[in-house]
């Protein structure tokens, strides 16, 4: 009798103990609901969706009436990219004219004063596009007053995979019986807008304090902008510290000079109609010119230790040092981007560029099977602090149905024996990294002849 009601007390005790712990969850969970995030002031809900992606920002408006039109004040980076766009199983053509509608949506419903950044990528795949809904997005970021705009209308970064597999599989399927790849007229593909001139800038610029005051960063590619707007972004941006132009077809006439306090990357490349260029800026860093070969373009950059190079103007750089030894010798960093379509080279040149300061050297070049690769040595020679050496290899493959235009297969650099360089060892090179191999013996000629001079510098 006692032990049955010693087990009823303790069966209620422990009755009442789950009871109380269910009511310290309740409560707990209530605590912890009234500190939640639909609490949270409008401003911080706002600023956590300004770090996220613009889709995932706008999904939110689903959550709630509160939610529904808060993603349109959001302050961050605006980021839109028709490569990542998904349309269903519709056409190119048909994505694109959505991914416009969508982009054209998300402009016109946001509220908020101000973005930091505005990123478009939008492939060019016809000759010309409505020039006038590309004028809107640049009007949009003049008046948020961004610190950073990128627009890139190029067809290679978007569609140039895509072009080649489907070439490979066409081939490969006997769908197509020939096929002649000239990469002399991939201007072709040239998507020719226009960067709205001085006075359609000016006739929107009624409703800010200035015209892109705050920028920051720059990037245009395939985008045809004229000198005259170029130089108003450079006088009118103080704190601008990046400028990247790309393919630009009205780019001819280019000056960089000072005052530009902040600046320290510049990048001009493949502006096919450049005639002149000069760069006088006392904190630039680093700069990338691809393109032909000008007269002395780098007058004043005291500071510059990194540099990428292509085109002619590369080829001058190798083959023509003497026209570049008022700045090859400070540079820390070098790109050699060592491609076809220069003129071909056949002889080793009598000097070598004047590397003292290299640390670092990257190349990429074209080649052919089976082709020497001893020439580069004169590079790594002419750098005795060398530490870290790259290379990528990009190899020129021919079939009976897949042709590459002649003019495209010239070498840019001789082919010479490995007695060339014989006689000098290296000290300091810590780093060897190539990619891009075939498992050709020039391959691994090149490499044993680097491993050995490395060897005899220790």
Request: charged share 25%; net charge positive.
């Amino acid at each position: 009798m006692e032990m049955n009601k010693y087990k009823a007390d303790l069966d209620a005790q422990r009755k009442r103990k789950r009871k109380q712990e269910d009511i310290d969850a309740l409560c707990a969970k209530k605590r912890t609901a009234a500190i939640g995030i639909e609490n949270l002031p409008d401003d911080i809900l706002i600023a956590i969706l300004s770090r996220m992606s613009v889709k995932d920002a706008v999904r939110t408006s689903i959550l709630s009436t509160r939610w529904r039109y808060l993603w349109m004040f959001i302050f961050g980076t605006l980021e839109f990219d028709d490569r990542e766009f998904n349309g269903g199983d519709n056409s190119i053509l048909v994505k694109r004219k959505k991914f416009k509608a969508r982009l054209r949506h998300v402009l016109k419903l946001h509220q908020g004063g101000s973005v930091d950044s505005l990123i478009i990528q939008f492939t060019n795949l016809r000759s010309r596009v409505r020039s006038s809904d590309i004028d809107s997005w640049i009007y949009f970021a003049m008046h948020k007053d961004v610190k950073r705009f990128e627009l890139n209308l190029s067809f290679r970064d978007g569609f140039k995979c895509d072009l080649y597999d489907w070439i490979c599989l066409s081939v490969n399927q006997k769908r197509i019986k020939r096929f002649e790849l000239n990469l002399l007229e991939q201007e072709g593909f040239h998507c020719c807008y226009k960067f709205p001139n001085m006075e359609k800038l000016l006739s929107h610029s009624h409703e800010v304090k200035s015209v892109f005051g705050s920028l920051r960063s720059l990037r245009l590619v395939d985008v045809d902008i004229e000198d005259e707007v170029v130089q108003y972004f450079l006088a009118s941006c103080p704190y601008i510290e990046h400028l990247c132009i790309r393919a630009s077809q009205s780019t001819k006439n280019l000056k960089v000079v000072d005052p530009l306090l902040n600046l320290n990357q510049l990048e001009i490349s493949d502006c096919v109609n450049l005639e002149s260029l000069e760069i006088s800026v006392k904190n630039l860093v680093s700069c990338t010119y691809q393109g032909r070969e000008i007269s002395s373009p780098f007058k004043k950059t005291p500071n510059l230790t990194e540099l990428t190079l292509g085109g002619e103007f590369c080829q001058s750089f190798i083959f023509e040092p003497n026209k570049h030894s008022s700045y090859s010798v400070q540079l820390v960093k070098l790109v050699l981007n060592v491609k076809t379509r220069t003129p071909e080279r056949t002889t080793v040149p009598p000097d070598l560029p004047q590397l003292y300061s290299l640390k670092r050297l990257e190349l990429n070049i074209v080649s052919v099977a089976f082709r020497s690769l001893f020439f580069f040595m004169s590079l790594i020679k002419a750098s005795p602090n060398l530490q870290e050496f790259k290379m990528k290899i990009a190899y020129l493959t021919y079939n009976r149905r897949f042709i590459i235009h002649p003019e495209v297969a010239r070498m840019p650099f001789p082919d010479v024996t490995r007695s060339t360089y014989e006689g000098f060892c290296h000290k300091n090179l810590k780093v060897v990294e190539m990619s891009g191999l075939m498992g050709y013996t020039t391959e691994a000629e090149f490499i044993i002849e680097l491993l050995s001079k490395q060897r005899k510098g220790q």
